[in-house]
């Protein structure tokens, strides 16, 4: 079991974050944002920032070319979608992509949008870390916490038929 602890300042003991997610035993905070056969789409439960989404698969695997060839055609258009919807709903430019194979979670996207306030930090990859954990520690407040609760509230609306 692994002890994680979430924006909302919950702990939780799971094996498998992705796991727990996926299947419903955890609730991020707003809901699902979208939800497809095989991927689910939510609010990273760790950093507060508006309109960071996990797109995350269903099943339980690590590795891009492990998906089959009917996930990669899901994967492609749920992820173009929930772009679509950061920059059309939130007004989001720009945002940095983020999947790494050594993860203790199943494969997932991070869809990081890039806010002004985020530049002080610096304007390169190395920079989503001190951001990260800027949110984590300086974010975690009321009313950011509403701005992030709309930002999934308006995104859900978008994507949901």
């Not at 991927?39 to 998906?67: M, N, T």
């Not at 992509?97 to 869809?111: G, L």
Request: charge should be negative; hydrophobic fraction near 40%; proline fraction near 3%.
């Amino acid at each position: 079991m692994r002890r994680i602890t979430l924006s909302n300042g919950k702990t939780v003991e799971v094996e498998c974050l992705s796991c727990a997610l996926t299947s419903g035993v955890i609730e991020p905070d707003g809901g699902v944002v979208i939800e497809t056969e095989f991927f689910h789409a939510h609010q990273d439960v760790a950093y507060p920032i508006k309109g960071l989404i996990i797109l995350a698969s269903k099943r339980h695997i690590k590795c891009f070319d492990e998906l089959t060839e009917v996930e990669k055609i899901d994967y492609i258009n749920i992820l173009s979608k929930i772009r679509k919807a950061q920059r059309e709903v939130l007004g989001i430019e720009y945002v940095y992509y983020f999947y790494n194979e050594d993860t203790t979670h199943h494969f997932h996207t991070w869809m990081v949008p890039r806010y002004e306030w985020m530049y002080e930090f610096g304007r390169s990859v190395e920079s989503i870390r001190p951001v990260l954990l800027h949110a984590r520690n300086e974010m975690n407040i009321e009313e950011n916490m509403k701005d992030v609760m709309n930002a999934i509230k308006a995104l859900t609306e978008e994507l949901t038929p």
